[in-house]
């Protein structure tokens, strides 16, 4: 699918991952609906960025996790905008604790409602109007930990692994009406979700790295590109993570 003049709804573009696709999107000659949930601050300098490329911008606020929310911003994404071409679903947490021995049940919930239900929730509130145009692309930010666990927790890592799973689904599903549905499986990636780890648990996911640094926000985005320009690409998960699996 070309990018320009389509319609793209990110969620968590306020800040890191998310920001870096709508910037990038934007730049691409998509126009692009800004989800957020806390920081309206931060989503309004991004579309302000993303305006000044020339598209259309708007921002909705909307928790991912409660469905009702999604559904009255996807309304008025397709009132303002007329239809959804691509959907990235970004917004994401990372869990305060990490170990089983520490993570409350309810943070357990928290982070399967947002991060993996949170996926779910905007796919159902878009995929009715993709199949109306009998077309769209659909693109997971998942993570490494969703396939091979890690130091971030069994939490985060179940939440990640359910949206992979989701993907491959949902890829079968909507291949009839020409929707194709991929995800990203990023390594470490500088972002606020991992600048404000314990300064002790970077430096341990970093050394992991065969590449020794981690990745840029952009480096994802580039891969989204990818993912919506190729269109015999469906089900597949790509991995950008400095070499992770390598080691
Ligand atoms: N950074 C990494 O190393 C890394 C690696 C692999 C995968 N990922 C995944 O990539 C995605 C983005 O991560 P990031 O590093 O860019 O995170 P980030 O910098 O912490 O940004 C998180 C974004 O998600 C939004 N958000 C959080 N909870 C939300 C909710 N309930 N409803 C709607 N929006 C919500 C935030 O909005 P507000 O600003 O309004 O709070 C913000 O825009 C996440 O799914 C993360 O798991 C990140």
Not at 179 to 190: D, F, L, Q, S, Y
Request: charged share 25%; aromatic share 6%.
């Amino acid at each position: 699918m070309e990018t320009k003049n389509k319609v793209s709804l990110i969620t968590g573009a306020s800040r890191g991952i998310g920001r870096a696709i709508a910037i990038r999107l934007a730049r691409e000659g998509s126009h692009v609906a800004i989800n957020y949930v806390k920081n309206k601050d931060k989503a309004e300098k991004v579309a302000r960025e993303a305006e000044a490329l020339g598209v259309k911008v708007r921002i909705y606020r909307a928790d991912v996790s409660d469905f009702k929310s999604v559904q009255s911003m996807v309304e008025q994404v397709m009132t303002d905008f007329g239809r959804i071409d691509i959907l990235v679903n970004n917004a994401g947490i990372m869990p305060e604790h990490h170990s089983i021995l520490d993570i409350p049940v309810e943070e357990w919930s928290r982070v399967i409602k947002i991060n993996l239900t949170g996926y779910f929730n905007v796919t159902k509130a878009v995929v009715p109007y993709m199949i109306k145009n009998n077309s769209g692309k659909i693109i997971n930010i998942a993570s490494v930990a969703g396939k091979m666990g890690g130091t971030v927790g069994p939490h985060y890592a179940a939440s990640k692994a359910g949206i992979i799973g989701m993907t491959f689904s949902l890829a079968q599903e909507l291949l009839k009406y020409n929707i194709t549905v991929n995800a990203i499986a990023p390594g470490p990636i500088e972002t606020e979700l991992i600048t404000n780890l314990p300064e002790e648990l970077k430096n341990r996911i970093k050394k992991r790295v065969p590449m020794g640094r981690f990745g840029k926000p952009e480096e994802v985005a580039e891969a989204v590109i990818f993912l919506i320009k190729c269109d015999y690409v469906t089900g597949e998960v790509i991995d950008v993570n400095g070499g992770y699996y390598m080691d």
